[in-house]
Nanobody, 124 residues
């Protein structure tokens, strides 16, 4: 049984930081690239960041580049999203997803497994 579970969300003031974690089970984590997406109220879900099977292959949406960092720990079957300098516009439900390809993708249709999402709220 595949599980994808996000944690670490919550309420933070603008300018603050949060780290999201996503722990997976039920598949070979090290052979999957991982992505983070988000969906704000009344908006489409959008790509945030992705990382390939190994560190050093990260890609970011332009809106978060330089503020967010994606990383992974294959020994813990976990991917992280470190979010700094948060803005009210970052408020959204954040989703973790797994893609059975070597490099991370911007396209959600390529992802095989998804978490249920976790709320991040940034107050002004």
């Amino acid at each position: 049984q595949v599980t994808v579970i996000e944690s670490g969300g919550g309420l933070v003031q603008a300018g603050g930081s949060l780290t999201l974690s996503c722990e997976v089970s039920g598949f070979t984590f090290s052979t999957y690239s991982m992505g983070w997406f988000r969906q704000a109220p009344r908006k489409e879900r959008e790509f945030v960041a992705a990382i390939g099977r190994t560190e050093g292959s990260a890609t970011y949406a332009y809106s978060v580049k330089g503020r967010f960092t994606i990383s992974r720990d294959n020994a813990k079957n976990t991917v992280y999203l470190q979010m700094n300098s948060l803005k009210p516009g970052d408020t959204a439900v954040y989703y973790c997803a797994a893609d059975n390809l070597p490099t991370g993708s911007w396209y959600e249709a390529e992802y095989d497994y998804w978490g249920a999402g976790i709320q991040v709220t940034v107050s002004s």
